[in-house]
């Protein structure tokens, strides 16, 4: 049974430019959340997609964008990058009740200079 | 208030010892609740979920839950070094719906 594909493992970008990740999910699996992970800040969910509508949404500004396909693929998208966006972007996956947990993604490092 | 609260540690123990992590959460309508490890450099991996009060034991690992405390906490019995890794407590359901919220998590050391 394949995992969790994040796409690509790794980024540079420059301070505004804008970046799409990609998550393909488990198969089967309707559910797929974002999350930001930092040293300081820990895991920050982002936003969660359920059959191709966005279920649930973090705090974070509008510059983050996420969407799902019929497949159950889903991308993330952050545009006018800052320096602070910096970060490990992980993938979830999940059936999508409230009684699974997640298996995540390798993740996506995002480096902004 | 954080919603998900959990000791950073890092917390010690020596080898075959029982490690206690432990965690709070602020929403009283949370319905499931979650253990993750994390090693360095990797994602987090779900070890342990428990929805109803009690204990639920799986090999070497004992989650406890308390919804009147709101508190839940994961034993670790026989500690290896391979258990070395970050702990990270999540809660989902209450006014969160289907979002889980994680706890900064607690880095837990095995001395061999």
């Known amino acids: ?113 | 208030q954080k919603e998900v609260e959990q000791n950073s540690g890092p917390l010690s123990v020596p080898e075959g010892a029982i490690a206690s992590l432990n965690c709070t959460y602020s929403d009283r309508g949370s319905q499931s609740f979650f253990w993750y490890r994390q090693y360095s450099g990797k994602s987090p991996e779900l070890i342990m979920s428990i929805y109803s009060n009690g204990d639920k034991e799986d090999g070497r690992f004992t989650a406890q839950l308390n919804k009147a405390s709101q508190y839940v906490s994961l034993l670790i019995r026989d500690s290896q070094p391979s258990d070395s890794a970050t702990y990270l407590c999540a809660v989902k359901g209450g006014t969160g719906g289907f979002k889980t919220i994680f706890g900064a998590g607690t880095r837990l050391f095995v001395k061999a």
Not at chain 1, 3 to 23: M, N
Not at chain 1, 35 to 59: A, H
């Open chain 1, 1 to 113: 049974k394949a995992g969790v594909t994040q796409t690509p493992r790794y980024l540079i970008k420059t301070r505004g430019q804008q970046v799409t990740l990609s998550c393909s999910p488990i198969s089967g699996h309707r559910s797929v959340s974002w999350y930001q992970q930092t040293p300081g800040q820990g895991l920050q969910f982002l936003f969660e997609y359920f059959s191709e509508t966005q279920r649930n949404k973090g705090n974070f500004p509008g510059r983050f964008s996420g969407r799902q396909f019929s497949n159950s693929r889903s991308e993330m998208n952050v545009s006018t990058l800052e320096l602070g966006d910096s970060a490990l972007y992980l993938c979830a996956s999940s059936p999508g009740t409230a009684s699974y947990g997640y298996t995540f993604g390798s993740g996506t490092r995002l480096t902004v200079v």
